[in-house]
């Protein structure tokens, strides 16, 4: 069965310090990947998604996230967060090859240290 | 880019009695839309699959009758909460398809109350 697996339930990083959230699934073929972002009460929104091709892909607010096939995960990274980026962040992929029906990670909540 | 609504945002209701959550696609017709629910502090668990003129598909574990969904047309689709219990409270998201799975565009959610 296919599955994500967030290890980081919660993390804390300085302001202007690098970021890297952690993200397996499992899944038998390639896999559509997406990480969403949450803010408290809110709906999600999409940071970058991963269909095929260039493993190393960017999204909005200067997100970034590395597909590695052989370690079976999506890794999501930031060079320097901001006091804004204190969020909930969601791994996720589409079910059966699907970019609409998704399953979600448990998350990891990010916080920031002024 | 494509906008999915969600009315109401925030609703309380009492023990009991039913509600209903829309969840519109504004600018794009979507056949297919889904909805999740949220525990506190949890993640997101996909509930349905709503088709347009066709009976919702229920994930495993999900009461059908307690989570009623209706997509009678291509840009709306609702998800009423039947007798209603403080059990179902929880934060509702939905999601619509773009275009035969290429993308999905999420509600801003719905925080439902069961006093």
């Known amino acids: 069965a296919q599955s994500v697996t967030q290890p980081d339930i919660h993390i804390t990083v300085s302001e202007g310090a690098s970021l890297e959230l952690r993200c397996n699934y499992s899944y038998g073929a390639t896999p559509y990947l997406f990480w969403y972002v949450q803010s408290p009460g809110q709906g999600l929104q999409l940071l970058l998604k991963?269909?095929?091709?260039?493993?190393l892909v960017q999204g909005i607010k200067g997100f970034e996230a590395e597909f590695k096939r052989s370690q079976s995960s999506f890794n999501l990274r930031k060079p320097s967060v901001h006091w804004s980026d204190a969020a909930e962040y969601f791994c996720?992929?589409?079910?059966?090859?699907?970019?609409?029906?998704?399953?979600f990670g448990s998350g990891t909540r990010l916080s920031i240290r002024p | 880019g494509a906008v999915v609504s969600q009315h109401p945002s925030r609703v309380i209701c009492k023990s009991g009695t039913s509600v209903k959550i829309e969840c519109r696609s504004l600018d794009f017709q979507a056949t297919t839309m889904f909805w999740y629910r949220q525990f506190p502090k949890k993640s997101l668990m996909l509930m349905a699959t709503s088709n347009e003129g066709s009976k919702a598909t229920y994930e495993q574990g999900v009461e059908k009758d307690k989570f009623l969904i209706n997509h009678a047309s291509l840009t709306l689709s609702t998800l009423t909460v039947t007798s209603a219990h403080p059990e179902d409270s929880s934060f509702y998201i939905c999601?619509?398809?773009?275009?035969?799975?290429?993308?999905?565009?999420f509600g801003q959610g719905t925080r439902l109350t069961v006093v």
């Open positions: 991963y269909f095929s091709g260039d493993t």
């Open positions: 999601s619509a398809d773009l275009d035969r799975g290429s993308e999905a565009f």
């Open positions: 996720a992929v589409g079910l059966y090859s699907s970019a609409s029906k998704i399953i």
